[in-house]
């Protein structure tokens, strides 16, 4: 069974940038995508952030974060990054990492803990 482990979280300066970090166990799956998902202090639901093929290069974003955010991968270290540019105190979550349909936003394994993400105004 797929297990995520998401770090890099930490408090960061409106304006400025953090990259996490997902470390992937379990069956990857060439066919699908990897994600990035986000809950806000206030939100009762994830909300899809961006994901990236496995088996390939093409990404896809939430407009929220379209130009700020850039997720890529190193498959050898079975980890996907999410480069978080331009932070804004919106950004603010518990970010988690879950595998998704290729072109999908809909997450296919039980979550991990999740990495926080506080940025102060």
């Known amino acids: 069974q797929a297990q995520f482990v998401e770090s890099g979280g930490g408090l960061v300066q409106a304006g400025g940038s953090l990259r996490l970090s997902c470390l992937v166990s379990?069956?990857?799956?060439?066919?699908?995508?990897m994600a990035w998902f986000r809950q806000t202090p206030a939100g009762k639901d994830r909300e899809f952030v961006g994901a990236m093929n496995w088996g390939g290069v093409a990404t896809y974003y939430a407009d929220s974060v379209k130009g700020r955010f850039t997720i890529s991968k190193d498959i050898g270290k079975r980890t996907v990054y999410l480069q978080m540019n331009s932070l804004k105190s919106e950004d603010t979550a518990v970010y988690y990492c879950?595998?998704?349909?290729?072109?999908?936003?809909?997450?296919?394994?039980?979550w991990g803990q999740g990495t926080a993400v506080v940025v102060s105004s």
């Open positions: 379990g069956r990857l799956y060439t066919t699908w995508a």
């Open positions: 879950n595998w998704v349909g290729s072109g999908e936003a809909g997450p296919k394994a039980p």
